[in-house]
């Protein structure tokens, strides 16, 4: 007999019994078979595509399936997928082949449990699907679109059926015992208070559980069943609890209930659920998933949820998993309860992700390489294990010094970003501030053409980003500056700070950290600085970030744009920056203009290189290096270059300028920052180059000749090539106020 065909003998169970015949008895999913739904109009109609219908068991996949079968004019053929094989496909294609061709009537398919079908047998049926050979209905608990041939889903419309709610299942109830055909309405029976409604909550959603319970505690109450049409049945609550003492779990180690549940437990615990953790954990343990599998997964949230904001979580659940294989269950599940809760309710942090940033960026960037100076030197016998100019951090206090660790390529490029939470909180400052040190080592070389006398620079080659190397014992070059402005500075929270130059970025955090209610502008040389200092920012939120503006006060441009809505900033901050114009002249221009952008009471705060003030190339090279003469033109020409570049970069005439452009209560003091430098091949290239009109190299040229001149640069760089010298370097700091 077809499943599909025939009456129901009274030996049937109760669930195959009462399936729904047609629509109107159908109870549920009215979001697909509700009256004026695709599928109702379809069924209605007799006018189907293939279709897929999926969701938990007892939820009308099958019945639907037979109301079709009940409705259709099409001949309607079933196959089980669990025992139907490729040759059951291949002979009712046949036969629908025939009654396509000689009786021009269709053939609707009708396949339940189809995920249980492999690629092959799938493979059979795709053609005739195709052509139109047949129309398939396919049933499946499993989701179609990872279990099911794609091919065969990109052809089919994919129905989902949802868990009956408790009313719906009330519905149900009812309907069989008011049925005096197929329910149990020749009967009274009658229900315990409480009773028919634990049937119901315990059947989760389930129709076919609920039936199979009812029945039971139906039919176990009398004595004898049936007994005479018209006796009383009444069902007490242990009758109803021994029906269904507890619905099976539904879980498929190999299916989609298997992957949400893992999922819904792994969300838990990133969501710093405990409850829901347990849940989801003991549902899982209840329906015999490998507690293995369960502390594997709880490895990988140890570091991809927990992460750094709890480091020892990793060991945590590494040391539970040990131990549950040593004791085992039951009582393992304290150790798995122990990791569970652990991980639920320590801090937080992602920041692991960056991995993926970096992967990304393997992917999408060029490789430049690794740098020379972290290449492996043992091949290099003048190295002594270290590569040309790289710094052994351990030799240093804290045994870190800034130095480039990444490609040229992704220099100034942020992939970890620390949380506040936990360790990571702890450590985040460190973090920070080494970043924003390793980020004004690169930028500083922007800063060579316009810096102290001994810095100036082509400035155009991508290799020298990374060349000048400011480290000391104690803080670098770029951090010794910002704490000297940063000394006499009392910042209120809510001041608006404008920062004309900072090429290493160190001002920029500093007032950002001093000004929360307040603002941070920032103007940036050059689209290499404004890129690097915008991923330091990335980690803040948009609202919070320093408002970083590629331009100058010499572009009206830029000044329109920073006097937007007349706004007036309290401080103004800056480094290197008006020794970038050669001129009094312009010099004084750009004061003016700050002037007028500053509140009346606004301060000034400036470090500006003073010429001739810290070290020379002369004053490193010991007396009688070469001979006299040479040396003597050497020291000589030095000299006068340093007091041509100092005519107006001393104390004096800076004074005078600040204060002609109407600056008041002005002040100009000297100041030398101490440090160590590496005499590095390229600074020195950079240095003693012609290349650069104004810049050392080519002074000293106009001044020696350049034969002279060349010669002298060569036999600098064989003596100071690699060379770690102690470094002064002289500052001018001007501070001064606008008149209120």
Same mark, same amino acid.
């Given at each position: 007999?077809?499943?599909?065909?025939?009456?129901?003998p009274s030996t049937e169970p109760l669930a195959a019994r009462m399936?729904?015949?047609?629509?109107?008895?159908?109870?549920?999913?009215?979001?697909?078979?509700?009256?004026?739904?695709?599928?109702?109009?379809?069924?209605?109609?007799?006018?189907?595509?293939?279709?897929?219908?999926?969701?938990?068991?007892?939820?009308?996949?099958?019945?639907?399936?037979?109301?079709?079968?009940?409705?259709?004019?099409?001949?309607?053929?079933?196959?089980?997928?669990?025992?139907?094989g490729v040759a059951d496909i291949r002979r009712e294609i046949a036969?629908?082949?025939?009654?396509?061709?000689?009786?021009?009537?269709?053939?609707?398919?009708?396949?339940?449990?189809?995920?249980?079908?492999?690629?092959?047998?799938q493979d059979a049926l795709l053609p005739w699907v195709e052509n139109?050979?047949?129309?398939?209905?396919?049933?499946?608990?499993?989701?179609?679109?990872?279990?099911?041939?794609?091919?065969?889903?990109?052809?089919?419309?994919?129905?989902?059926?949802?868990?009956?709610?408790?009313?719906?299942?009330?519905?149900?109830?009812?309907?069989?015992?008011?049925?005096?055909?197929?329910?149990?309405?020749?009967?009274?029976?009658?229900?315990?208070?409480?009773?028919?409604?634990?049937?119901?909550?315990?059947?989760?959603?389930?129709?076919?559980?609920?039936?199979?319970?009812?029945?039971?505690?139906?039919?176990?109450?009398?004595?004898?069943?049936?007994?005479?049409?018209?006796?009383?049945?009444?069902?007490?609550?242990?009758?109803?609890?021994?029906?269904?003492?507890?619905?099976?779990?539904?879980?498929?180690?190999?299916?989609?209930?298997?992957?949400?549940?893992?999922?819904?437990?792994?969300?838990?615990?990133?969501?710093?659920?405990?409850?829901?953790?347990?849940?989801?954990?003991?549902?899982?343990?209840?329906?015999?998933?490998?507690?293995?599998?369960?502390?594997?997964?709880?490895?990988?949230?140890?570091?991809?949820?927990?992460?750094?904001?709890?480091?020892?979580?990793?060991?945590?659940?590494?040391?539970?998993?040990?131990?549950?294989?040593?004791?085992?269950?039951?009582?393992?599940?304290?150790?798995?309860?122990?990791?569970?809760?652990?991980?639920?309710?320590?801090?937080?942090?992602?920041?692991?992700?960056?991995?993926?940033?970096?992967?990304?960026?393997?992917?999408?960037?060029?490789?430049?390489?690794?740098?020379?100076?972290?290449?492996?030197?043992?091949?290099?016998?003048?190295?002594?294990?270290?590569?040309?100019?790289?710094?052994?951090?351990?030799?240093?206090?804290?045994?870190?010094?800034?130095?480039?660790?990444?490609?040229?390529?992704?220099?100034?490029?942020?992939? *970890?970003? $620390? +949380?506040?939470?936990?360790? !990571?909180?702890? #450590? &985040?400052? =460190?973090?920070?501030?080494?970043?924003?040190?390793? /980020?004004?080592?690169?930028?500083?070389?922007?800063?060579?053409?316009?810096?102290?006398?001994?810095? *100036?620079? $082509? +400035?155009?080659?991508?290799? !020298?980003?990374? #060349? &000048?190397? =400011?480290?000391?014992?104690?803080?670098?070059?770029? /951090?010794?500056?910002?704490?000297?402005?940063?000394?006499?500075?009392?910042?209120?929270?809510?001041?608006?700070?404008?920062?004309?130059?900072?090429?290493?970025?160190?001002?920029?955090?500093?007032?950002?950290?001093?000004?929360?209610?307040?603002?941070?502008?920032?103007?940036?040389?050059?689209?290499?600085?404004?890129?690097?200092?915008?991923?330091?920012?990335?980690?803040?939120?948009?609202?919070?970030?320093?408002?970083?503006?590629?331009?100058?006060?010499?572009?009206?441009?830029?000044?329109?744009?920073?006097?937007?809505?007349?706004?007036?900033?309290?401080?103004?901050?800056?480094?290197?920056?008006?020794?970038?114009?050669?001129?009094?002249?312009?010099?004084?221009?750009?004061?003016?203009?700050?002037?007028?952008?500053?509140?009346?009471?606004?301060?000034?705060?400036?470090?500006?290189?003073?010429?001739?003030?810290?070290?020379?190339?002369?004053?490193?090279?010991?007396?009688?290096?070469?001979?006299?003469?040479?040396?003597?033109?050497?020291?000589?020409?030095?000299?006068?270059?340093?007091?041509?570049?100092?005519?107006?970069?001393?104390?004096?005439?800076?004074?005078?300028?600040?204060?002609?452009?109407?600056?008041?209560?002005?002040?100009?003091?000297?100041?030398?920052?101490?440090?160590?430098?590496?005499?590095?091949?390229?600074?020195?290239?950079?240095?003693?180059?012609?290349?650069?009109?104004?810049?050392?190299?080519?002074?000293?040229?106009?001044?020696?000749?350049?034969?002279?001149?060349?010669?002298?640069?060569?036999?600098?760089?064989?003596?100071?090539?690699?060379?770690?010298?102690?470094?002064?370097?002289?500052?001018?700091?001007?501070?001064?106020?606008?008149?209120?």
């Open positions: 007999m077809d499943l599909f065909e025939g009456g129901a399936r729904p015949r047609n629509l109107e008895e159908f109870v549920g999913q009215e979001h697909i078979v509700g009256p004026g739904r695709l599928l109702r109009r379809a069924i209605d109609a007799d006018q189907l595509s293939s279709l897929i219908f999926c969701g938990p068991p007892g939820t009308g996949k099958t019945t639907l399936a037979r109301v079709i079968a009940g409705s259709t004019k099409s001949r309607f053929v079933t196959l089980n997928a669990v025992l139907a036969t629908a082949k025939d009654a396509r061709s000689l009786h021009d009537k269709r053939t609707i398919l009708f396949v339940d449990e189809v995920h249980r079908w492999n690629k092959s047998q139109g050979t047949v129309i398939l209905i396919g049933a499946t608990t499993e989701n179609p679109y990872f279990e099911v041939n794609k091919a065969l889903v990109s052809r089919s419309r994919v129905f989902q059926l949802t868990g009956l709610d408790e009313s719906q299942l009330m519905t149900i109830a009812r309907q069989t015992l008011d049925d005096e055909m197929r329910g149990y309405g020749r009967w009274k029976v009658n229900f315990e208070a409480g009773a028919l409604e634990h049937l119901v909550n315990i059947s989760a959603g389930d129709a076919r559980s609920l039936l199979n319970a009812l029945q039971l505690a139906v039919e176990t109450t009398p004595e004898t069943f049936p007994p005479e049409p018209g006796s009383a049945i009444n069902v007490s609550m242990a009758a109803a609890e021994e029906s269904i003492q507890r619905k099976v779990v539904l879980y498929d180690k190999e299916g989609d209930y298997h992957f949400d549940t893992i999922s819904a437990f792994i969300k838990s615990i990133r969501g710093s659920d405990p409850d829901a953790a347990l849940y989801w954990m003991a549902l899982m343990i209840r329906a015999g998933e490998d507690p293995r599998f369960i502390f594997r997964r709880m490895l990988i949230s140890a570091c991809e949820d927990v992460g750094l904001a709890a480091p020892e979580a990793l060991g945590i659940v590494e040391s539970c998993a040990a131990s549950f294989d040593r004791v085992g269950l039951p009582e393992g599940q304290y150790h798995l309860t122990h990791a569970a809760l652990y991980l639920a309710t320590c801090l937080k942090s992602n920041s692991a992700l960056g991995f993926f940033d970096a992967l990304k960026s393997v992917d999408d960037e060029k490789n430049k390489g690794v740098p020379g100076h972290l290449r492996d030197a043992n091949r290099d016998k003048h190295a002594f294990g270290h590569g040309e100019g790289y710094k052994y951090p351990h030799a240093w206090r804290e045994h870190w010094t800034a130095q480039q660790y990444l490609p040229d390529g992704l220099t100034g490029r942020v992939f *970890y970003r $620390p +949380g506040e939470l936990g360790y !990571e909180g702890d #450590v &985040r400052d =460190t973090v920070l501030a080494r970043r924003e040190a390793q /980020v004004a080592s690169m930028l500083d070389e922007d800063d060579l053409a316009s810096g102290e006398v001994l810095t *100036y620079s $082509p +400035g155009d080659d991508e290799r !020298e980003r990374w #060349v &000048r190397r =400011t480290e000391s014992s104690q803080e670098p070059l770029a /951090v010794s500056v910002r704490n000297i402005l940063f000394k006499d500075w009392k910042a209120r929270r809510h001041d608006r700070v404008l920062i004309t130059s900072d090429p290493a970025g160190t001002l920029i955090w500093e007032a950002h950290r001093s000004v929360p209610e307040g603002g941070v502008t920032a103007l940036c040389s050059s689209t290499r600085s404004y890129d690097a200092l915008s991923w330091l920012a990335g980690g803040l939120p948009t609202a919070e970030r320093p408002n970083l503006i590629i331009g100058s006060l010499e572009s009206p441009e830029t000044v329109e744009t920073l006097s937007a809505g007349d706004t007036r900033y309290d401080v103004i901050l800056g480094r290197n920056w008006l020794t970038r114009s050669e001129t009094p002249a312009v010099r004084s221009a750009l004061l003016g203009t700050s002037l007028g952008l500053t509140d009346p009471g606004g301060k000034l705060l400036l470090a500006e290189p003073h010429p001739g003030a810290g070290t020379t190339l002369a004053g490193l090279l010991p007396e009688g290096i070469w001979e006299k003469a040479a040396e003597k033109q050497f020291r000589d020409c030095e000299r006068a270059v340093l007091e041509e570049l100092s005519a107006d970069q001393a104390p004096g005439p800076m004074t005078d300028i600040v204060v002609e452009s109407g600056w008041k209560e002005v002040s100009v003091v000297n100041r030398l920052v101490e440090e160590n430098r590496i005499m590095a091949e390229a600074l020195l290239e950079s240095w003693l180059s012609t290349g650069r009109q104004g810049g050392y190299g080519a002074r000293m040229a106009a001044m020696m000749g350049n034969n002279e001149w060349n010669e002298t640069a060569i036999r600098l760089k064989a003596i100071l090539t690699g060379r770690t010298v102690h470094w002064k370097t002289g500052l001018l700091i001007i501070s001064a106020k606008k008149p209120a």
